[in-house]
């Protein structure tokens, strides 16, 4: 019914609309044409519900019936319009045999499995036909065959009877249970004949045919303690089956009173889902006896397998409980019969009817039937290209779904007949925009809370070579040790084409040109498939440290397109260099020979190693040390600096030629030096004027420090100072231009090996040799210390002369001290040959 009103409101839609449109005169005839069209249409689809009849346990390959003479269709158009079956759920009892147009059977179909002891028994599934969409639902009722015999719950019915009942007493007794309905069930019982007891049978809506046992002769306990009957429940089927029990009595004392229900018939509502442990209901039975005889345990009867593996009954108590899955879309109702027992034996039964609900636990299932793909891109509007059906195991309005795709794509959702609709293109289609789609459908229920399915269909377009390769990045930087092997790998580029098959092939390929003046090709290359780019020479860090390449990729499409890329290679340091030294200068058996006075004290700079590395980083930090000297304790050199000191004062006894050997060695992960040698050679011709200092600076340290000599020192210091100023630039204007070395043989320090922060002062008039000063604050001294290296010179101080105090200048050094202790700073001059 509501497929012919789904059908209707389609017409009548469609017809509102040819209506309007044939207002207009120009467009009636062609307009007239297509309400004939349209009119066949709706009555092709507007076919009414089919319904076939069978019994249950038909072989697989039995016909059904025929669809095609049936809903009138034609048996060579099944194939070519897609004919299908659509079920709810994994089984398919049926399939359509294409050549014939006959529905058949597909597996084997049990009416007490499908439908329990439900009277109607039916299987709902729809026929299916594509171009143009038919839909029909198919009916199929199973009708009950006599494949199931009585069965009693126990094989041995035990009852306990006590020997003073008086005759005519009824002893109820468990009912035989029959799968089959109608007149296959249990119609009649059966009793053995026996000389105590005789079968009454009775009939009640609740629990159909059952039987009681009617005491015909009064027992004896001391007669006979147990009585054995045979009972026989029989079906009215054809051909008649039946099934048997053994009734054994016991007799016992008398317990005249039987359990009786608080209710015959027990409803109780259950949600699905519920979990275990959850109690149903709870049962209760009285008994009026006391003891033993009132005592009332309860059990389950006539049960079928499936309620047994979701419920259990508490012995004593009568709660039902669960203790399985519970599902309303498996079995909605079950119905348990339930026995209370007493101590005696007698027994008492009741119903329960339990009615399971449903509850939103189940999403949309998506059903993709149909799917074009690829889409030419000069589809037009209104092409379908997918079918979709939506389904819902729940029921009433948790089964209501609604369908829809995501915005902002060339496709939309048109409903068609119930549950089934049509992706069709909305607008045109594009590849050089997009060349995939992926359609989301979403399928949402209206149940509480709501649930949803989602599906993807990945949609492609035809395509043209119009789309360059394009690299995963704008520039590459790539970084290679030096020395490193030819052949090996620097790094890769990648670049993708979104075109398709060979339109989208890349290959790769450099740019010709130099690198400090040679090709590029002599240098890297470059695999033409992976893009993995290759040294084609071992690099030299001290020779060239960075270099750029381009890398151009191409498609294999016609006309062909590329994309370039800048590829930037930095080459890092490794310690491939031993340390150069520069000063003294080793050349063949000539040495170069330094001056040390035998005055000169301990700490004395007397000369200076210099050295370079033409590695970088570590690589090239330098450390200096004496590997082998003539007197190992007169010398010491600066691990980092290279200069060489005096570790003691130099005595009269000491050699007067000495030997040094210098080792210098850089700090790489496998470090590598050099070693140079070094003379010194011990003069005594200087004057020591190291006595006297002293004891001008001790009497400094003595003087006062009241504040008008701080005063007067501060005007003799500036004094000096600017006489000191003149003096220099005197010195430097009427210098050589070159400045000299101890002795004539000496060779030059070069200025750009100096260290830096020193002031060079070079000699003049018979100072034959230049000094270099480095002045130092130090915080925390106590009072100024000046240290003079002295160098002998007949024209600049008398061997036998000594140096006199001045008053005018100890008072200036006195307040020089002041400030120098106030300020806490020590200045040293050291003297550089």
Same mark, same amino acid.
């Given at each position: 019914?509501?497929?012919?009103?789904?059908?209707?409101?389609?017409?009548?839609?469609?017809?509102?609309?040819?209506?309007?449109?044939?207002?207009?005169?120009?467009?009636?005839?062609?307009?007239?044409?297509?309400?004939?069209?349209?009119?066949?249409?709706?009555?092709?689809?507007?076919?009414? &519900?089919?319904?076939?009849?069978?019994?249950?346990?038909?072989?697989?390959?039995?016909?059904?019936?025929?669809?095609?003479?049936?809903?009138?269709?034609?048996?060579?158009?099944?194939?070519?319009?897609?004919?299908?079956?659509?079920?709810?759920?994994?089984?398919?009892?049926?399939?359509?045999?294409?050549?014939?147009?006959?529905?058949?059977?597909?597996?084997?179909?049990?009416?007490?499995?499908?439908?329990?002891?439900?009277?109607?028994?039916?299987?709902?599934?729809?026929?299916?036909?594509?171009?143009?969409?038919?839909?029909?639902?198919?009916?199929?009722?199973?009708?009950?065959?006599?494949?199931?015999?009585?069965?009693?719950?126990?094989?041995?019915?035990?009852?306990?009877?006590?020997?003073?009942?008086?005759?005519?007493?009824?002893?109820?007794?468990?009912?035989?249970?029959?799968?089959?309905?109608?007149?296959?069930?249990?119609?009649?019982?059966?009793?053995?004949?026996?000389?105590?007891?005789?079968?009454?049978?009775?009939?009640?809506?609740?629990?159909?045919?059952?039987?009681?046992?009617?005491?015909?002769?009064?027992?004896?306990?001391?007669?006979?303690?147990?009585?054995?009957?045979?009972? *026989?429940?029989?079906?009215?089927?054809?051909?008649?089956?039946?099934?048997?029990?053994?009734?054994?009595?016991?007799?016992?004392?008398?317990?005249?009173?039987?359990?009786?229900?608080?209710?015959?018939?027990?409803?109780?509502?259950?949600?699905?889902?519920?979990?275990?442990?959850?109690?149903?209901?709870?049962?209760?039975?009285?008994?009026?006896? &006391?003891?033993?005889?009132?005592?009332?345990?309860?059990?389950?009867?006539?049960?079928?397998?499936?309620?047994?593996?979701?419920?259990?009954?508490?012995?004593?108590?009568?709660?039902?409980?669960?203790?399985?899955?519970?599902?309303?879309?498996?079995?909605?109702?079950?119905?348990?019969?339930?026995?209370?027992?007493?101590?005696?034996?007698?027994?008492?039964?009741?119903?329960?009817?339990?009615?399971?609900?449903?509850?939103?636990?189940?999403?949309?299932?998506?059903?993709?039937?149909?799917?074009?793909?690829?889409?030419?891109?000069?589809?037009?509007?209104?092409?379908?290209?997918?079918?979709?059906?939506?389904?819902?195991?729940?029921?009433?309005?948790?089964?209501?779904?609604?369908?829809?795709?995501?915005?902002?794509?060339?496709?939309?959702?048109?409903?068609?007949?119930?549950?089934?609709?049509?992706?069709?293109?909305?607008?045109?289609?594009?590849?050089?925009?997009?060349?995939?789609?992926?359609?989301?459908?979403?399928?949402?229920?209206?149940?509480?809370?709501?649930?949803?399915?989602?599906?993807?269909?990945?949609?492609?377009?035809?395509?043209?070579?119009?789309?360059?390769?394009?690299?995963?990045?704008?520039?590459?930087?790539?970084?290679? *040790?030096?020395?490193?092997?030819?052949?090996?790998?620097?790094?890769?580029?990648?670049?993708?084409?979104?075109?398709?098959?060979?339109?989208?092939?890349?290959?790769?390929?450099?740019?010709?040109?130099?690198?400090?003046?040679?090709?590029?090709?002599?240098?890297?290359?470059?695999?033409?498939?992976?893009?993995?780019?290759?040294?084609?020479?071992?690099? &030299?860090?001290?020779?060239?440290?960075?270099?750029?390449?381009?890398?151009?990729?191409?498609?294999?499409?016609?006309?062909?397109?590329?994309?370039?890329?800048?590829?930037?290679?930095?080459?890092?340091?490794?310690?491939?260099?031993?340390?150069?030294?520069?000063?003294?200068?080793?050349? $063949?058996?000539?040495?170069?020979?330094?001056?040390?006075?035998?005055?000169?004290?301990?700490?004395?700079?007397?000369?200076?190693?210099?050295?370079?590395?033409?590695?970088?980083?570590?690589?090239?930090?330098?450390?200096?040390?004496?590997?082998?000297?003539?007197?190992? $304790?007169?010398?010491?050199?600066?691990?980092?600096?290279?200069?060489?000191?005096?570790?003691?004062?130099?005595?009269?006894?000491?050699?007067?030629?000495?030997?040094?050997?210098?080792?210098?060695? &850089?700090? $790489?992960?496998?470090?590598?030096?050099?070693?140079?040698?070094?003379?010194?050679?011990?003069?005594?011709?200087?004057?020591?004027?190291? *006595?006297?200092?002293?004891?001008?600076?001790?009497?400094?340290?003595?003087?006062?420090?009241?504040?008008?000599?701080?005063?007067?020192?501060?005007?003799?210091?500036?004094?000096?100072?600017?006489?000191?100023?003149?003096?220099?630039?005197?010195?430097?204007?009427?210098?050589?231009?070159?400045?000299?070395?101890?002795?004539?043989?000496?060779?030059?320090?070069?200025?750009?090996?100096?260290?830096?922060?020193?002031?060079?002062?070079?000699?003049?008039?018979?100072?034959?040799?230049?000094?270099?000063?480095?002045?130092?604050?130090?915080?925390?001294?106590?009072?100024?210390?000046?240290?003079?290296?002295?160098?002998?010179?007949?024209?600049?101080?008398?061997?036998?002369?000594?140096?006199?105090?001045?008053?005018?200048?100890?008072?200036?050094?006195?307040?020089?001290?002041?400030?120098?202790?106030?300020?806490?700073?020590?200045?040293?001059?050291?003297?550089?040959?």
């Amino acid at each position: 019914m509501l497929y012919f009103l789904n059908s209707y409101w389609i017409s009548v839609e469609n017809l509102r609309r040819l209506t309007i449109d044939m207002a207009n005169p120009h467009r009636s005839r062609e307009w007239q044409v297509r309400c004939f069209l349209l009119f066949l249409s709706t009555v092709r689809q507007c076919f009414g &519900d089919i319904r076939y009849s069978f019994p249950e346990e038909m072989k697989r390959g039995s016909v059904v019936g025929s669809l095609t003479h049936d809903l009138g269709l034609d048996a060579k158009s099944l194939s070519a319009r897609r004919a299908r079956l659509d079920f709810q759920g994994s089984s398919r009892y049926c399939e359509i045999n294409v050549s014939s147009g006959d529905l058949v059977v597909a597996e084997r179909i049990d009416r007490e499995e499908q439908c329990g002891q439900m009277v109607s028994c039916s299987i709902q599934f729809e026929f299916v036909l594509e171009n143009p969409l038919e839909l029909h639902r198919i009916t199929l009722d199973i009708q009950d065959i006599n494949d199931n015999a009585p069965e009693f719950p126990l094989g041995l019915i035990k009852l306990e009877i006590s020997e003073s009942a008086d005759k005519g007493a009824r002893f109820p007794i468990e009912d035989a249970h029959d799968a089959d309905i109608g007149l296959n069930s249990v119609q009649s019982y059966a009793l053995e004949s026996n000389e105590y007891f005789r079968l009454a049978v009775h009939t009640s809506a609740e629990r159909g045919k059952y039987g009681e046992l009617i005491l015909e002769r009064e027992l004896d306990r001391e007669k006979e303690q147990e009585v054995s009957l045979i009972l *026989t429940a029989v079906d009215g089927g054809d051909p008649q089956r039946s099934g048997t029990a053994v009734i054994q009595v016991t007799v016992f004392d008398v317990n005249d009173n039987v359990p009786v229900f608080t209710e015959t018939v027990y409803k109780a509502n259950l949600a699905e889902n519920s979990p275990s442990g959850t109690t149903v209901i709870k049962v209760s039975a009285t008994d009026k006896d &006391d003891g033993i005889y009132g005592e009332v345990t309860y059990e389950f009867r006539h049960i079928s397998q499936k309620a047994k593996n979701l419920f259990t009954i508490d012995h004593k108590t009568g709660d039902v409980t669960v203790i399985g899955p519970v599902d309303f879309e498996d079995t909605s109702q079950y119905e348990i019969r339930i026995q209370a027992k007493d101590g005696a034996g007698q027994t008492a039964y009741c119903k329960l009817m339990i009615q399971v609900t449903d509850v939103n636990d189940n999403a949309p299932v998506i059903y993709i039937k149909s799917l074009t793909t690829p889409v030419p891109e000069d589809s037009t509007p209104g092409t379908e290209v997918a079918i979709i059906n939506i389904q819902d195991r729940d029921s009433e309005v948790n089964s209501n779904v609604r369908c829809s795709i995501q915005p902002f794509v060339p496709f939309k959702l048109v409903p068609s007949i119930k549950n089934y609709y049509s992706l069709v293109i909305e607008s045109g289609l594009d590849r050089e925009q997009v060349s995939e789609y992926n359609i989301t459908v979403t399928a949402t229920d209206e149940g509480f809370p709501p649930l949803s399915t989602t599906r993807t269909l990945h949609l492609s377009v035809s395509d043209v070579n119009d789309n360059s390769p394009a690299f995963d990045q704008q520039s590459y930087t790539a970084y290679v *040790t030096e020395n490193n092997s030819a052949g090996s790998s620097i790094c890769s580029v990648s670049a993708t084409d979104s075109d398709w098959q060979q339109n989208g092939s890349v290959s790769y390929n450099l740019l010709t040109g130099e690198v400090n003046g040679i090709p590029v090709s002599s240098i890297v290359s470059i695999n033409r498939d992976s893009g993995v780019i290759h040294a084609v020479r071992s690099f &030299d860090y001290e020779q060239f440290r960075d270099f750029k390449i381009q890398v151009v990729a191409k498609d294999n499409g016609s006309p062909q397109l590329s994309s370039n890329v800048t590829v930037s290679v930095f080459i890092t340091d490794q310690n491939d260099n031993s340390p150069q030294i520069l000063y003294p200068a080793q050349s $063949g058996n000539s040495f170069m020979t330094e001056m040390v006075p035998k005055a000169a004290q301990a700490g004395s700079l007397v000369s200076k190693v210099i050295a370079v590395d033409a590695d970088s980083g570590q690589n090239a930090w330098l450390s200096y040390q004496i590997v082998k000297s003539t007197d190992p $304790g007169l010398f010491t050199i600066g691990v980092h600096s290279g200069e060489i000191r005096t570790q003691r004062d130099v005595s009269q006894s000491d050699p007067m030629k000495q030997n040094l050997v210098v080792l210098v060695k &850089d700090n $790489g992960q496998s470090p590598r030096s050099s070693t140079c040698s070094v003379s010194f050679l011990i003069s005594d011709d200087y004057i020591d004027y190291s *006595t006297e200092m002293k004891d001008f600076a001790g009497n400094v340290d003595k003087m006062s420090n009241t504040t008008s000599y701080l005063v007067i020192a501060l005007a003799v210091v500036s004094l000096l100072f600017l006489i000191f100023l003149v003096f220099i630039f005197s010195v430097r204007f009427r210098g050589r231009g070159k400045p000299r070395m101890l002795f004539d043989g000496a060779v030059a320090i070069p200025s750009a090996y100096l260290p830096p922060h020193y002031a060079e002062v070079e000699g003049s008039g018979t100072l034959g040799h230049s000094f270099n000063y480095d002045a130092f604050l130090t915080t925390g001294s106590t009072a100024s210390d000046f240290k003079f290296v002295r160098s002998y010179n007949d024209g600049t101080m008398p061997r036998d002369s000594t140096l006199k105090k001045n008053e005018d200048v100890s008072e200036c050094m006195e307040e020089t001290a002041v400030q120098a202790e106030e300020a806490s700073s020590e200045v040293r001059l050291y003297s550089l040959y």
